[in-house]
């Protein structure tokens, strides 16, 4: 084609368009993303809820003190009438947290997992590692979790934690619980390239 016969049409700029139109997709995105986020949170406390109340109905002895005090672990402070804590706070509940743990993990071999599998349409297999994850997470790693309930992470990456925990003994969950509050993924971004 010469340069005769080509059409000038007057420069727009589509930079300036592309990035408001980008910028509107991306807003849309990450509020949809909270929202799912939000909700598998409340979807894991309301498994961790189930579980704990089938616990302590097939329990041969009273284990509702017990069951009281692990819920009082895992719930946001904030719906208790609490400000949010630091991780000083959970510092101080390290002991009691890695023993509601080990409590709880020891009712994860409990037969009465099926009745769950059966409402979600899974396996016990899968029932239980979901609530091993939640116990690990909603018990054993405070710290994180309260930035999953703020939305500072995404429930992805609170997962993926949870569900690394569950490998640990009980004694190492306060420190890990640390450790995941401090690593943010620009760091492990930078660090692999």
Known sequence: MLVEEQVITPRRNDTVADT????????????????????????L?????AFLAR?????????????????????????????????????????????????????????????MADALDTTVKQVRSRVQVAAAGLVGLPAFTSQARAGVIGYDRYHYGAARATSLEPEYLADFDAGLTRIRVSDIVARQT
């Not at 005090?69 to 510092?91: C, I, K």
């Open 45 to 49: 406390g309301f498994l961790f809820d």
């Open 55 to 115: 616990a302590a109905s097939d329990s041969p002895e009273d284990v509702s003190l017990q069951v009281d005090a692990v819920r009082e672990l895992a719930a946001d402070p904030r719906a208790l009438g609490r400000p949010d804590r630091d991780g000083t706070d959970f510092r101080n509940e390290a002991g009691q947290r890695r023993d509601a743990y080990a409590w709880l993990v020891e009712r994860t071999a409990s037969t009465s997992l099926m009745h």
């Open 20 to 43: 408001s139109d980008f910028a509107d997709c991306l807003y849309r995105l990450e509020s949809a993303n909270r929202d799912i986020d939000e909700r598998r949170m409340t979807g």
